[in-house]
């Protein structure tokens, strides 16, 4: 029957359980206050998601072959600052950009080695190395803000205009899911948390790919720090952290990226992002206290998260009941 195919079709969907808590989220807090369906409103939430989602892309990556990095919001504190550093050491503004960049990058390799050669766990290695960050941050910063270059085609580009920074997030998420779902390296990037032993024997360069992931995530984070300070007009050296990692990690769980590794989708992340902005925002325009937001965003952690494992459950019966 076509409803039954349909109904079979739809339950396949990985991210239908947090596409419907996010549209619910969405309809609860238009109902609650009218402040929150407006353009304005709008564009407050994806100024939250934008980070959030770039830095949750490379993090499913990271997560799907086994391995997280804590250090990503720090890198995300780090590049504004390096950008400054090169710029105003007489770099050309892109330049600095691609030179800010490039040193981003070069945190994640570094992660990456020292947990693929000496073996220690991506936990530790990133927590130290988050600290290392936080202080380099504060000492090439003197622990002050900083104003953001202006009046430049690069400003413009890199999260200086009206909704540029959530354009860089769309694009990011679609180059990645891409990347994940459609390349040999996003295969090699399941397999390889998938089944580490199995990938290294069929001849997957498990430790590279590690690498690489652990490059992209600090790229992406770097890049995420730039649009943001460039769209606030200053770079703060308080910004980022570990608020913003933890976000990031949230939006790629409550997207259906398993810790465990294995199984994940960047969409996925995306919609685990934008409901958590949804629900930061929705809270601020109720009213809701600082002291029960956590409460509450656990507990919409939690439901979303129980309706993703209902689902895959539910699917594999309906699988099931194919076959026979």
């Known amino acids: 029957m076509p409803v039954r195919s349909l109904l079979l079709a739809v339950m396949r969907v990985k991210e239908l359980s947090i596409l419907l808590v996010t549209i619910a989220a969405g309809i609860y807090f238009t109902v609650a206050g009218g402040a929150f369906n407006s353009v304005d409103n709008y564009q407050t939430i994806t100024q939250y998601v934008a980070p959030w989602a770039i830095i949750a892309a490379g993090q499913v990556m990271l997560l799907i072959c086994g391995e997280i990095d804590l250090s990503a919001g720090f890198v995300f504190t780090l590049a504004p600052f390096m950008l400054m550093q090169f710029f105003v050491n007489g770099w050309p503004l892109w330049l600095a950009l691609l030179g800010a960049i490039a040193v981003s990058t070069l945190v994640g390799v570094v992660n990456g080695l020292i947990r693929t050669v000496l073996t220690i766990p991506s936990f530790i290695t990133t927590l130290g190395m988050a600290f290392l960050l936080q202080g380099v941050v504060l000492i090439i910063s003197n622990a002050r803000p900083v104003g953001a270059p202006k009046d430049s085609w690069v ?100 997207g259906g990226t398993a810790l465990l590794g294995g199984s994940g989708t960047v969409v996925g992340a995306f919609l685990g992002a934008l409901l958590l902005g949804i629900v930061f925002d929705g809270f601020n325009l109720t009213g809701v206290s600082a002291n029960a937001f956590n409460v509450v965003l656990g507990a919409a952690i939690l439901v979303a998260m129980v309706l993703n494992v209902t689902l895959i459950v539910v699917r594999k019966r309906v699988g099931s009941r194919e076959l026979t």
Not at 163 to 174: K, N, Q, R
Not at 190 to 204: D, K, L, R, Y
Not at 210 to 231: C, E, M, P, W
């Open 155 to 254: 400003v413009d580009v890199f999260g200086g205009t009206r909704w540029t920074e959530f354009l860089w997030a769309a694009a990011v998420v679609v180059v990645m899911q891409v990347v994940l779902s459609a390349t040999r390296f996003g295969i090699h990037t399941q397999a390889t948390g998938g089944n580490p032993v199995g990938a290294a024997e069929s001849g997957i360069p498990v430790n590279r790919v590690k690498v690489v992931n652990f490059a992209i995530t600090s790229t992406l984070a770097g890049l995420a720090g730039i649009l943001q300070g460039t769209r606030v007009g200053s770079y703060d050296p308080t910004n980022g952290g570990f608020t913003t990692m933890f976000f990031a990690v949230a939006s790629a769980v409550i």
